[in-house]
């Protein structure tokens, strides 16, 4: 079998990999990255736990072929610190305890990033689709819709 | 340990909300769960499965597999140990399956190959030549005379002569006479429900690391709920020995009870020891469905009568339970939870735990529970209906209190029933106005909670810190809990502890997280520990004074002399202490081995308004308020956080959730787009009340959380829906098509 | 597998055209990598069509719109002026899926995916929309509604794939809308969905389309509904009718998802409150 050679940017960094076509963006990420941290949770698009942003789209890995990422930039939750500075939907996630297991939390803080970037000021209905194909099992989502709505009330009082 | 009332007035560190001490790395994707290990040259697993619900497996033909230069073993039941025993034997046919597959998606082979690609192609590659057999998978069917045995002999000395080979255990109890009940009674109203079986959902699917040498020596790494549980039972499918297997738990990607089972780890280490190599097994979504436990599904006739005023005279129910092709299914909780609410003189119960072509079912957060209070809830909320009588008033009038002989058999001691039904009277969402279309609902809900065999040590640093060691896996954030309990004893802040999940080999047994256990049974022994601890901590500060150890008191962090008797000098610090301890007798650590047996059964009371589009039957649940009995919340967030999680999943069992079997025994949505689990947008906020009534049998007061959540919702739900649409609905989940269904019949007359 | 990223449609149709054995287009990639991973179908050959150019752009035609083959639906619903104009064509794609799926789904996927119960497939046949398929003999145009045969079946032939979706001109005083039914509120495959396209001339409707998904193994353009509702205001008794006929237009099964029963039953509810929404945006833009 032939594998296929892809260069790519992940979290800043320029990466090349070699990927057997049926590999998804999810497979390389973990097996060939070591970065773990995007979890399989149904490798069906179904459950949001695979979340990253490719060229600041929201996609689920595990429905992108490892050779799509050819070119592109692809940011996980590895990514979204700054060095030692936690974002602050991380701090808050913390101080709110809205994770519990914490297996959906990856793909829970790349998506709701994603939606503060594109939206500020979201309302709570809005946050709740937006989440709605990140699935958490634990938590009945309340204490994270909480913490995602204050997060973005705290950035617009510092922006 | 009784309760300590000296403490109780005036914590310190309990009841405060920190950080949860794997918080940093779970935001930021360093956790290691289950699938997160890698060993240098580790091989990749996959299982090849059987597509029928039950069939006789004629021949396994692995060469085509086997001639691959990418495979390096293939295992069957013939690679694991032989002669086994009761649960045993029942874990290794379930783990692999023996002559008869019994269930779509039962084990049958595995193979471990180069890359995960190469160990899927090659499982594509083993043919399996079944023979189909007849096969049943609804609980009733599986009772009937017709039914296909399942198998032959399973059945226990508890079953009554006469039943249906597929009955394996009976239980009954109760006490007073129901018969002279249901005569005192002003209504009696009897009636029949049904619950689908529904599977516990963890995002994280199942995912070992195993190697086993063949020196018998072994090491595992995986996402389990109890992992000397783990290290037990693969000891025993493999024919080794316990203590050469050292089991290490990974971040636990959720489990509610479905991952207290075993059911790759075994595998995992069949194929390593074959291939002398390392060996990954990660399980696909659609693995988990169909192969791990889901919950049982049930068929209940409930009966109950009640007196104008609302006294509950007698109470009568049947519960029948199917957990899959193996004995299990968790009738006896049932059937002992289902009248708990209640205080009564004449009640009676009666469980059949049956066999189906169904995956062995597993606990469920409550195992049991959640049922029997959606049927006999419902009954009592009918009856409250036809008497005109306040649903909440009713239960307050015949609530269990203490004193109060159980339902199952023994007094209550200090419970908190009252309490909670009290505190959701007195809730404003109990006296909110409803909009149209809209239903209010409440219901009781009632957990055992469980003690279970525990070890802890906690080792001090030169530089005052201190170590928690526990054996039981955080599944909601129990790591920050029992540190907060240690920091209490030792008077150090919460900051200078770290709990650490400690793998096999560093502590005695410990039973696995389950029944509620975790913040009760490891705190109690956290609190042990730390107080064999300061003992020795006192011991230092005597020695250095030249007094009695009977003559330091430890308070706020300090050793102290008791009292002006004892003499006069400075208190010394804990760190002051263990900076010298190499000098002063050598290592401080505390320890606690034993089985705590003070667990306190624990109460919650729900109301929820559902809003139903009679047109559609869609149903959507507008307000929902948690009140439950904690004891003692030690960290009221984390409390919370366990209220809002079960009543989210009993939600999901209430509308959506359902295991659903084609007519050729196969399971049709092992894919979360159809199991359907509640999404963000289909919730509201979850309110909750805590309420605090001591469990006497715990230093703090402590009361298990985790799993009374469960038991109230899908009760709770039923009664919000069936006040909204104007009709009974008796089969979970009440579905869009079940609902419609409802309102077409009641319209038809 | 092979994985190819052709960069013009000629390439992608030679390579398809010579293909042995399963081929299959890559956009958006939501079903294909399912079914890939699912051991549903593995391809041959897949053909990643995303380095063509110009399959991502929307662009003006004719006075309607052109579609690209890989443009995704969060690109649609981004798109001001296309959602103001067709907008249950906007909500149906919307409804795909999860924000993530959005974010690579494509309209074109959803319509060769060959599913009855495809969202996007009832509000581009209401709206008339037609494809642009490219093959060996050239392009060709066609109907929406002409590509589905069959469940998981399509028209399009060896070495053929659509390049483009087209919408017609909106004009004046035209609504469309599109409702499908899910137990959960997101993440679910339809049980039944409806579309409405109509056209006011006054407060009466002039022109109509009514469609139903997943009640019967195509989706189903339904003209007894439409006439139900063409030359009335959208009353009562119209709506009365519009829902006896599409309801019984319907053909569907009793699955995992719902029963031949309810599916028909909600046909019939859902045809109602698409036709008053559309009816209300169509007045709206008089």
Sequence with gaps: MSMIHVTTNVNGDDVEFLCDPRETLLDVLRDKLALTGTKEGCGTGDCGACSVTVDDRLVCSCLMLGAEAEGKSVTTVEGIADGENLHPLQEKFIEYAALQCGICTPGILVATKALLEKNPDPTETQVRYWLAGNLCRCTGYDKIIRAVMDTAADMRKAS | ?749 | MQYHTPGSFDDAVELAANAEGITRFLAGGTDVLVQLRADIVTPDILIDVKKIAGVRDITREDGGWRIGVAVSGAEMSEHPLLQKEWPGVVEAMDLIGSTQVQGRATLVGNLCNGSPAADSVPAMIAAGAWVSVIGPDGTRKVPVEDIPTGPGQTSLAKGELINAVHLPERGANGGDAYLRFIPRTEMDIAVVGCAVNLRLDGDKISEARVVLGAVAPTVLLVEDAAAAIIGSTLDEAALEILAAAASAACNPIDDKRGTIKFRTHVAGVLAKRAAKIAYERAGASV
Excluded at chain 2, 433 to 458: D, I, K, M, Y
Aim: hydrophobic letters at 40%.
């Design chain 2, 1 to 749: 340990m009784a309760m300590d009332h000296d403490k109780t007035n005036g914590f310190k560190v309990v009841g405060t909300r920190p950080n949860r001490p794997d918080g940093v790395d779970k935001v930021t994707g360093r956790a290691k769960f289950g699938a997160d290990a890698y060993a240098p040259g580790m091989l990749h697993a996959a299982i090849v499965r059987s597509p029928h619900a039950h069939a006789r497996i004629l021949s396994i033909d692995t060469s085509k597999a086997e001639a691959l230069s990418s495979v390096k073993a293939v295992v069957t039941r013939a690679d694991f140990a032989e002669g086994l025993t009761g649960e045993n034997w029942n874990i290794l046919e379930n783990v692999m399956a023996g002559d008869t597959a019994l269930y779509d998606g039962h084990a049958v082979a595995a193979v471990a190959a180069t890359t995960p690609l190469a160990a899927r192609d090659a499982a594509k590659l083993i043919k399996v030549e079944y023979e189909p057999m007849p096969h049943v998978t609804d609980v009733d069917k599986a009772m009937a005379a017709d039914a296909p045995i399942i198998r032959a002999g399973a059945a226990d000395s508890s079953v009554p002569s006469g039943l249906h080979a597929n009955v394996v255990r009976y239980h009954e109890s109760g006490h007073g006479d129901v018969a002279t009940g249901f005569d005192e009674a002003d209504v009696v109203i009897e009636d029949s429900f049904k619950t689908e079986a529904t599977h516990q959902g963890y995002i994280e699917p199942h995912a070992c690391l195993a190697q086993l040498g063949p020196d018998g020596k072994g090491e595992v790494w995986c996402c389990t709920q109890g992992h000397f549980n783990v290290q037990k039972v693969c000891a025993a499918l493999l024919g080794t020995d316990s203590s050469q297997l050292r089991v290490t738990a990974s971040e636990i990607g959720g489990g509610f009870g479905g991952k207290t089972v075993v059911f790759i780890e075994p595998v995992a280490l069949a194929l390593s020891r074959k291939a002398s190599r390392s060996v990954k097994l990660v399980m696909s979504r659609s693995e988990v469905f169909r192969a791990t436990g889901p919950t049982a599904s049930t068929s209940m006739d409930i009966k109950i009568g009640m007196t104008r005023e609302g006294r509950i005279t007698a109470a009568e129910g049947i519960f029948r339970l199917q957990g899959g092709a193996f004995p299990g299914a968790p009738m006896e909780f049932t059937a002992m939870c289902a009248f708990a609410p209640y205080d009564l003189n004449n009640v009676r119960q009666i469980g059949y735990d049956v066999l189906s072509n169904r995956p062995k079912q597993a606990a469920y957060r409550a195992p049991g529970s959640p049922m029997a209070a959606f049927a006999v809830e419902s009954v009592v909320d009918e009856l409250c209906k036809k008497l005109g009588l306040d649903p909440l008033e009713v239960r307050l009038m015949n609530a269990s209190k203490e004193g109060t002989k159980a339902s199952y058999g023994p007094r209550f001691d200090r419970i908190g029933l009252v309490e909670t039904l009290e505190a959701a009277r007195d809730h404003p969402h109990y006296s909110a106005p409803l909009a149209e279309g809209q239903g209010r609902g409440v219901s009781c809900g009632f957990w055992f909670n469980h003690g279970g065999e525990t070890s802890v040590s906690l080792a001090l640093s030169e530089d005052g810190t201190a170590a928690l060691s526990v054996g039981t896996p955080d599944i909601g954030g129990s790591r920050a809990a029992l540190g907060q309990m240690v920091a209490e004893e030792l008077g150090i802040p919460y900051e200078k502890i770290r709990t650490t999940i400690a793998d096999t080999a560093t502590l005695g047994y410990n039973e696995i997280s389950h029944g509620s256990r975790v913040t009760y049974a490891s705190g109690l022994a956290a609190i042990k520990a730390s107080r064999d601890a300061v003992q020795k901590l006192c011991a230092r500060a005597a020695a250095k004074w030249g007094i009695d150890e009977e003559a330091v008191v430890w308070e706020d962090g300090y050793a102290k002399p008791s009292g002006p008797n004892a003499g006069s000098f400075e208190p010394i610090s804990l760190a002051e202490i263990a900076s010298t301890m190499g000098q002063t007798g050598g290592p401080i650590a505390g320890h606690f081995e034993a089985t705590p047996e003070g667990a306190g059964v624990s109460f919650a009371t729900h109301i929820v308004d559902a809003e139903v589009d009679d047109e559609t039957g869609q149903t959507k649940v507008v307000r929902y308020t948690v009140v439950q009995d904690a004891g003692k919340a030690i960290h009221p967030t984390y409390v919370e956080g366990q209220f809002q999680g079960g009543a989210a999943q009993g939600i999901g069992w209430a509308l959506n959730e359902e295991y659903i079997y084609g007519e050729d025994g196969r399971l049709q949505n092992s894919i979360f787009l159809d199991y359907r689990i509640p999404v963000a947008s289909d919730l509201p906020m979850i309110d909750t009340v805590i309420v605090e009534v001591p469990n006497p049998g715990h230093p703090y007061g402590v009361r298990g959380v985790g799993e009374t959540s469960i038991c109230p919702p899908l009760a709770a739900i039923a009664n919000a829906v069936s006040n909204a649409a104007g009709v009974r609905l008796k089969h979970l989940p009440m579905s869009p098509p079940r609902i419609r269904e409802a309102l077409d019949q009641q319209a038809n007359g």
